[in-house]
């Protein structure tokens, strides 16, 4: 074991006999995650054209207003999502892989070489925090629900417009990768021993089947997600600066 040790440490960073592109995908995560990080950062600190109409930025919601905050209320509220899905076991493997080069990829020279130490020293003993930032996070999307109640309401009356349809798509996409979480699925079930025992771990089951089906694609949700709050704010953005026309659907 200790001379394979060697060779390994020996190869280097990204030394590795695979033939495939495996640079591609920890490339591809590098460039898709930094573009949205650029613009959640941008649009944070903008502090302005998160609303129009019925409609509001999930990138500002809930909308909070204090007499002593003077930046933008984005802040006070961005730091959770944030922190999920920093804390999220995909996201990890996922910017791992794509800035920390730790590893790049499965069976290729990492950076560090054997130093790993896992998540038991700071900053990376912070991930334990994923829990209570998935509690944190249910919370936001609570409110990203309400929202889209509030985004049927046009002037007292029920309507719909396209902007309408975009904040509900949204708010579909967060539950999913929200209740697709891996802390979420060992809550609902996976602390048990016994599933059959009761009428009440027969529902856990149940629902802990429902949970492992959203789990299952946890990856494609946190992608689809990460994409559709960007794309939501960007629409409400460039409908409030008249960029872009609402079209009411009835």
């Given at each position: 074991?200790e001379a394979?040790k060697r060779?390994?440490?020996?190869?280097?960073l990204g030394?590795?006999?695979?033939?495939d592109?495996?640079w591609?995908?920890?490339?591809?995560?590098?460039?898709?995650?930094?573009?949205?990080?650029?613009?959640?950062?941008?649009r944070a600190?903008?502090?302005?054209y998160?609303e129009?109409?019925?409609?509001?930025?999930?990138?500002?919601?809930?909308?909070l207003?204090f007499?002593?905050?003077?930046?933008?209320p984005?802040?006070?509220?961005?730091?959770?999502p944030?922190?999920?899905?920093?804390?999220c076991?995909y996201?990890?493997?996922?910017?791992?892989?794509a800035?920390?080069?730790?590893?790049?990829?499965?069976?290729v020279g990492?950076?560090g070489g054997?130093?790993?130490?896992?998540?038991?020293?700071?900053?990376?003993?912070?991930q334990n925090?994923?829990?209570?930032?998935?509690?944190?996070?249910?919370?936001?999307?609570?409110?990203?629900?309400?929202?889209?109640f509030?985004?049927?309401?046009?002037?007292?009356?029920?309507g719909c417009?396209?902007g309408?349809?975009?904040?509900?798509?949204?708010?579909?996409?967060?539950?999913a990768y929200?209740?697709g979480?891996?802390?979420?699925?060992h809550?609902?079930?996976?602390?048990?021993?016994?599933?059959?025992?009761?009428?009440?771990?027969q529902?856990?089951?149940?629902l802990?089947?429902?949970?492992?089906?959203?789990?299952?694609?946890?990856?494609?949700w946190?992608?689809v997600?990460l994409?559709s709050v960007?794309?939501t704010?960007f629409?409400i953005?460039?409908?409030s600066?008249?960029?872009?026309q609402?079209?009411r659907?009835?």
């Amino acid at each position: 074991m200790e001379a394979t040790k060697r060779t390994e440490t020996a190869e280097g960073l990204g030394s590795t006999t695979r033939r495939d592109n495996w640079w591609l995908e920890p490339m591809l995560v590098a460039i898709g995650f930094g573009l949205f990080i650029v613009y959640a950062t941008w649009r944070a600190l903008e502090g302005q054209y998160y609303e129009w109409g019925p409609y509001l930025s999930p990138f500002y919601s809930p909308k909070l207003s204090f007499d002593w905050w003077k930046w933008s209320p984005a802040i006070l509220i961005l730091w959770i999502p944030a922190g999920f899905r920093a804390t999220c076991y995909y996201y990890r493997k996922a910017y791992y892989r794509a800035y920390f080069l730790d590893p790049p990829a499965c069976s290729v020279g990492h950076f560090g070489g054997h130093n790993y130490c896992g998540e038991n020293s700071f900053p990376f003993i912070l991930q334990n925090l994923h829990r209570y930032m998935f509690y944190l996070a249910t919370i936001v999307l609570a409110f990203l629900w309400y929202d889209v109640f509030l985004a049927f309401n046009w002037n007292g009356s029920f309507g719909c417009g396209v902007g309408t349809l975009v904040m509900l798509a949204n708010v579909l996409f967060l539950s999913a990768y929200t209740f697709g979480c891996h802390a979420w699925r060992h809550l609902v079930g996976g602390k048990l021993d016994c599933f059959s025992c009761t009428s009440g771990t027969q529902t856990q089951f149940k629902l802990w089947e429902v949970v492992t089906k959203l789990n299952e694609h946890h990856m494609f949700w946190a992608w689809v997600s990460l994409f559709s709050v960007g794309f939501t704010d960007f629409y409400i953005r460039m409908v409030s600066t008249g960029a872009i026309q609402d079209i009411r659907l009835f």
